[in-house]
């Protein structure tokens, strides 16, 4: 197992430097995230929107997604800040369902969950805690 301290601070500073990525034309809000890899890694997300509403992607998924797609597999944290665009986050962007479900799929019930206002102000969750009595793929195995 992997001991290594979570570098909280670095973790918040990429996920609020990420939201200046996001395309938000629809909703004007804008998500960052940043995800940490069991070895060290951080890929970072924002939210993608699309006039068709559906397609849009969330912050914390484009995260997942860069991620699997370059091989990565286990993860131990990702911090998520969201608020209107070129403001500081307000308050507390959670993760909605569909992103707590694509956790759930690849991590486990200590993943931990940041969620940030700022530097100085956020709240730590585990993913049991935001997805408790979880569908995984344990339970059709
Ligand atoms: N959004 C995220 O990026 N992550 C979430 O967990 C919740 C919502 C985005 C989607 C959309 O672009 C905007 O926030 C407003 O819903």
Redesign the pocket.
Known sequence: MNRRVIPIKELIQKALEARKFSY?PY?G?T?GAALLTEEGKIYTGC?I?NAAYGP?N???RTAFFKAVSEGERSFKTIAIC?GKKDKMPESY?Y??GV?RQVMKEFCKDDFRIIVVKSLEEYEVYTLAELLPHGFGGETIA
Do not use: D, I, W
């Open positions: 938000v909703s809000y998500v939210n929107e849009t969330c912050a914390e969201g962007a993760p909605c992103c």
